[in-house]
């Protein structure tokens, strides 16, 4: 109970302060922000989109490991466990995507360009699709649970490939590819001290959402099974 | 092992060769998708570069529309508990994955020269670097669309499912192929092109690697 009050204050805290912090061109107090040209109040949405899009591959990369313990050892609650993380994947995916187009639109004048990183978190939604897809048209539950898992773990090799790999190669328009000179603002740690702690605070946050979101998630899903085979045993 | 593998894809090959039904629908398609492809542009000059991204579009689709026929054919004949019998599932899929390669490169082939005589715009200059990706590509192509074609045929799901899910697990190995034809379109020399093929050598092994030690879990009922 008292880490979910801690979460809420520490939640509420970095919305407050990621929104109503003022920008200004010389940060004098400690809840100022420095000002950024070409972005100015809209840099942060940098306190949203990252710990979306980070999470998002949290949320793949769990729903892989529970497709791999089921495949190891059959046992029906892994597959639930990874289907409440692929849910939850879904929609921090939706959001990232969301969250870096409007910020596309004023950063680089339009909502999608193709930029390579663009181009792979729309990969990612075409996987958790299809993986939906795959299992919404398997009847038996252990095969859609066999079946699903393996085309998680092949999806899965092609993740790091996206993710990882190709933004950072090749040329576009996202902080970090090749066009840029450094690794971009999140991994070079060229923000602002305080800038920095709100972000860190908002990954963390976001995180420790994320599992109890899961967590609440997978138990309801369990639930609701135990309670239909009670039905149908009368 | 190999021996029975090799078995498999012969038996493959000669009911294919008999019936020829997979290799006649497949030239069709490749015939109507570039005659679509013919129709939709009209007069307009198309650059090179779009000849070679369409080139990829033409391979992609033959392939959702002719690759999942090695196991949906089992499935709808009754044989593959026969199948389950008789060899081990590394076995089958080896076998399964030689008549795809075979057919992957008998299918590109094709759209390869038909491409060349139709759009004037598609001329090779760098035919070494053009022949290395096709190579490494239909190989990468082949793997994938065999490991999914196993999961498909499973699932009961067949035709509208496979491009949905062969999509997204293609998508690496399409955008670089891509780059790698519009390169040998251009001229560009291998040397600057090997990072591209690279990314393609590490595509094909990891996902031969992956499909195989997956089959098993894919297979075994």
Redesign the interface.
């Known amino acids: 109970m008292i880490w979910k009050i801690f979460l809420f204050l520490l939640l509420a805290f970095v919305s407050i302060a990621g929104i109503a912090f003022p920008i200004v061109e010389k940060p004098s107090a400690w809840y100022e922000f420095p000002l950024i040209p070409g972005l100015e109040e809209n840099a942060k949405i940098i306190f949203f989109h990252v710990p979306t899009a980070w999470l998002t591959v949290v949320a793949f990369f769990m729903s892989t490991i529970y497709s791999f313990k089921y495949?190891r050892k059959k046992n029906l609650d892994d597959d639930v466990k990874s289907y409440a993380a692929a849910q939850l994947g879904m929609i921090f995916c939706i959001l990232a995507t969301v969250t870096g187009a409007v910020w596309a639109k004023f950063a680089w004048g339009s909502y999608w360009s193709w930029d390579p990183r663009q181009?792979s978190i729309f990969?990612l939604l075409?996987?958790y699709?299809?993986w939906f897809?795959?299992r919404s048209?398997?009847e038996s539950e252990e095969?859609r649970a066999?079946?699903s898992?393996?085309?998680s773990?092949?999806?899965f090799?092609?993740v790091p490939?996206?993710i990882f790999i190709?933004p950072r190669?090749m040329t576009g328009l996202h902080p970090g590819s090749a066009d840029d000179s450094n690794a971009g603002p999140v991994v070079d740690f060229k923000m602002n001290g305080n800038m920095q702690l709100i972000f860190f605070l908002s990954l963390i946050g976001f995180t420790i959402l994320y599992f109890w979101m899961w967590n609440v998630g997978y138990r309801s899903i369990l639930l609701r099974e135990k309670l239909d085979k009670k039905l149908i045993r009368g | 092992m190999n021996s029975k593998s090799y078995s498999l894809f012969l038996k493959d090959f000669k009911s294919e060769l008999r019936t020829r039904y997979a290799i006649n629908a497949l030239a069709m398609f490749i015939i109507v998708a570039i005659s679509v492809i013919l129709f939709s542009v009209g007069n307009e000059k198309i650059s090179p570069s779009l000849t070679g991204g369409l080139f990829w579009v033409v391979i992609f689709f033959t392939a959702m529309s002719g690759l999942s026929r090695a196991f949906v054919s089992e499935e709808e004949r009754g044989t593959s508990l026969t199948l389950q019998l008789i060899a081990a599932p590394s076995t089958v899929f080896l076998g399964k994955l030689l008549f795809n390669i075979i057919l992957v490169f008998a299918m590109n082939t094709i759209i390869a020269v038909l491409y060349s005589a139709i759009f004037e715009a598609f001329i090779i200059q760098n035919f070494v670097l053009f022949l290395v990706s096709f190579v490494l590509g239909n190989i990468g192509l082949a793997v994938s669309s065999t490991i999914i074609a196993a999961i498909i045929a499973k699932a009961g799901a067949k035709g509208t499912l496979y491009p949905v899910l062969s999509f997204p697990i293609l998508l690496p190995l399409i955008l670089t192929s891509v780059q790698l034809t519009l390169f040998s379109l251009d001229g560009i020399s291998f040397e600057r092109a090997k990072f591209e093929l690279a990314i393609v050598v590490s595509y094909d092994i990891i996902m031969l690697t992956a499909s195989f030690m997956l089959f098993d879990f894919i297979w075994k009922e």
């Open positions: 495949l181009t990969a075409l996987i699709g299809a897809a795959l048209s398997i095969k066999t079946l898992s393996v085309y773990m092949i999806a090799v092609t490939f996206f190709m190669i």
